[in-house]
Each structure stands twice: as C-alpha cells, then as structure tokens.
C-alpha cells in the first residue's frame, strides 16, 4: 500500500488503518473483558465478495454497535469463528467498511470526527434534525456516496435510523438495495443499550450479556419486488416486526431484562 493512497472518500488508508488498529485496541475489552459479547454466524463473513455487500442492523447506541461489528467482521476473515479473541486480528483489518451515520451525530466532538475518519458516510437525515422532527428532502449525494461505498467494499446500516426500538423500517434503505443490488446480510444485536451510554462511548454497566446474530443474505427479487415488501423483509429479519412485539408479555419481556443483566459469560469466547 503506498504512504498516501486514498479511499473514494479521499481517505488516506494508512491514516485509517492506524485509526482501526488503535480504537480496536482501546475498545476491545468492551466487548472481551468487562462484558462478553455472544457470536453467532460469523462464518458468513469470510465467505462473501469483497465489495457490494450491505448490512442491515437493529440500533442501540451511535457508536458501540458499529465499534463490535468492526471487531467481529476482521476477527471472522481472519478465521476466527464467533470470537473476538486476541485482538491481532487488526494488525491488518478490512479498510473498505463503511457505516452510514447522521451527519449531526458525527459533527458532535473530536472523537465522533476520529470514528468518522474510520469509515463513516455522513447523511442528512430527512426526519430529525438537532433534536427537532423536520421533513426534507433526500439528498441524492447521499445516496450516490452510499452506492460509492458499495461499490468500494461493505456498508453497515441501521435502517431505523435510531436507537429506540421498534420504530419503522426507513425506505430509504429499500431504495439503496433497489437501485444497487448489493447481497443484504441482517444482523440483530441485544445488549450494548444496557452496556453503554447512548453514545455507546461510555460504560454504563459491566458484566452485562451482549449479543450479535449474523444471519444469512436474504433473498431478494430486486427486479420485482416493491419498495413496501422489501421494508417488510427487513422488518422481519432485523427482528423489529411489530409482531415480534405480540410473542412475548411484558412480564416476560422485564424478566429476561433482569435475567440479561445478572448473566455472565466465561473468558473462552
């Protein structure tokens, strides 16, 4: 890799790879270490293309949800099956990831500017501004900069747009996967809103069960299929269905919170 090569965005990679390699290390006992982060599917990951690729994800902070996919999509391609043990595994990581992130969100501090650098593509959110609901337009350079990055490598993005649960699936996402055909893997998480703060910088609780399941690329008619049954299809493979809401009790639903909280994982994953 020359000194200065550039990603599309006009990234220097080995500015990048050094950013990668640095804020793995510093966060890696997040997720290895104060609490266990739980792995299932992982073996997908080093078996898909090298670009082209888009990952749909529940929400539950800014930044720690991102900072654990980082961490399991390098250990995966360098074999590690469902664990993140020994960090080494960013000694040399996947420099095309990208995340989709609100431009508000990335603008917020020097730190936020850091993880940006990383591999963030900033949007402006159509619905929300500085706390504020609006209604705007989308911005085409928003979705040309999110087809670059397929174009470049993989994008993760969280298709609700929030952290808060059960809100509706954006179109926006159904457009991308329309206009761009990439292979969709859905990814559901639990955990990191009890482990961290909001910003998912700070370390709200220790010892809390985290948990990440990497499921199998949908299938998708991209010819065919509506915007509407594409949204419908993420719905249910990210688990935010409102029917997922009807299977359990709220009784049930507090009690495996508790249960959440107090469960522990051993140092072997």
Do not use: C
Request: a positive charge; charged letters at 25%.
């Amino acid at each position: 890799m020359g000194l200065f090569k550039k990603n599309p965005f006009g990234h220097i990679l080995f500015l990048k790879k050094w950013l990668i390699r640095s804020a793995g290390v510093i966060t890696h006992r997040r997720y290895r270490g104060f609490n266990q982060l739980q792995i299932e599917g992982s073996e997908i990951i080093k078996d898909l293309p090298e670009t082209n690729v888009l990952f749909i994800s529940n929400h539950q902070t800014y930044f720690a949800d991102v900072v654990a996919m980082f961490h399991v999509f390098n250990a995966s391609l360098k074999g590690r099956t469902d664990s993140i043990k020994n960090v080494g595994y960013l000694w040399n990581p996947k420099l095309n990831i990208y995340y989709v992130a609100a431009i508000e969100t990335m603008k917020s501090g020097l730190l936020p500017k850091i993880l940006a650098y990383a591999g963030s593509i900033s949007i402006e959110r159509t619905w929300r501004a500085n706390g504020e609901d609006v209604n705007r337009q989308v911005k085409m350079s928003d979705i040309s900069n999110i087809g670059r990055a397929l174009n470049d490598g993989w994008v993760i993005t969280f298709p609700q747009g929030t952290t808060k649960p059960w809100k509706p699936i954006r179109k926006g996402t159904a457009h991308i996967i329309k206009r761009y055909k990439p292979i969709v893997i859905p990814i559901v998480i639990d955990g990191f809103r009890r482990s961290f703060d909001k910003k998912g910088l700070n370390i709200k609780k220790k010892g809390i069960l985290q948990s990440m399941v990497i499921k199998a690329p949908l299938e998708i008619d991209y010819e065919n299929e509506s915007i509407d049954d594409i949204v419908e299809k993420i719905e249910y493979a990210i688990e935010q269905h409102p029917s997922f809401l009807k299977v359990l009790t709220p009784k049930q639903i507090k009690e495996i919170e508790e249960l959440n909280e107090l469960r522990r994982y051993g140092t072997d994953l």
